[in-house]
């Protein structure tokens, strides 16, 4: 199974979501996934797993995850114990800084995640797990109620929300350290690697190799663990770097293709459609009208 784009109801005016203390299930979870927007998920109770870009981290009361855009990320619900929790995906045009003189930016816990290769955080007093609470409360009643000035009361408390979020993991009480990973050492160092070299033509022989594991062992936990196949999971990445270059530089698009670690400019097309639904030209050209 290739790994889904979720797409959301567009809304110019307000592009926001929240699935509000939401009991997970294997059954009806999303598989491996990536979406353009950014999403926090809070966790009220319960157990689990979830594999966010090359992390594998354990779930459990008080785990905040946080989500950029177009990272790839499953959850793994516990069965005896699944967990409860809330989430919320915004458009990060909805959270565009202005400058007020100081370093601070909506968007700074997102790009600490990526550059740490850190996506959770842990709330361990009971006084932060209520504040944090609190604030998705508020923001579900303002979104179910539908009361005059709620878009803008909903913006209000996201922002309030991502600045308390931001002290939190700058403070001491914080465990913005290392990102911890649940699954075997070989998994952690193949993941790894393959996220040194993704664009490079890897083998599963070679990552058998690498790991000092069958390649059945290896494609066994492998798909346990993530729910995809490795040639799955390294080919979504290269399409996830291409959606990038696509939107950041002027490159042509045949040279975007081999840099991402495709052999031909037709596999490129056909990759890219599959999993994007539109051309990689079609793709630019739309963003950047939007933009």
Request: hydrophobic residues 40%; negative net charge; charged residues 20%.
């Amino acid at each position: 199974m290739q790994p889904i784009q979720k797409l959301f109801n567009p809304d110019n005016f307000f592009p926001f979501q929240i699935v509000y203390k939401d009991t997970k299930s294997v059954e009806v979870e999303l598989p491996y996934h990536f979406h353009d927007w950014y999403e926090i998920v809070y966790v009220y109770d319960g157990n689990g797993t979830f594999f966010i870009d090359h992390s594998i981290l354990s779930m459990e009361k008080g785990s905040i995850f946080i989500i950029p855009g177009n990272t790839l990320h499953r959850a793994i619900p516990d069965y005896e114990n699944p967990v409860t929790s809330t989430a919320i995906f915004f458009n990060p045009i909805l959270i565009q800084n202005r400058i007020l003189g100081d370093s601070f930016s909506y968007f700074h816990i997102f790009e600490e995640s990526l550059r740490l290769n850190n996506f959770k955080y842990k709330l361990d007093g009971i006084d932060e797990q209520i504040v944090f609470a609190n604030f998705l409360e508020t923001i579900q009643l303002e979104v179910c109620q539908e009361t005059l000035g709620y878009r803008h009361a909903t913006l209000l408390e996201l922002q309030a929300l991502l600045l308390y979020l931001g002290r939190i993991m700058t403070s001491c009480r914080s465990t913005a350290k290392a990102a911890e990973f649940s699954g075997p050492i070989w998994m952690k160092d193949i993941l790894g690697y393959i996220e040194e070299n993704y664009t490079l033509g890897i083998s599963l022989d070679q990552l058998s190799q690498f790991g000092n594991v069958s390649t059945a062992h290896l494609s066994r936990v492998f798909k346990q663990m993530t729910g995809f196949n490795v040639s799955d999971y390294i080919t979504t990445k290269k399409i996830i770097k291409a959606k990038e270059l696509l939107l950041s530089t002027d490159e042509k698009i045949n040279t975007i293709a081999l840099e991402c670690g495709f052999e031909s400019l037709p596999h490129f097309h056909r990759t890219f459609k599959k999993l994007i639904g539109s051309t990689p030209s079609t793709f630019r050209k739309k963003k950047i009208e939007e933009m």
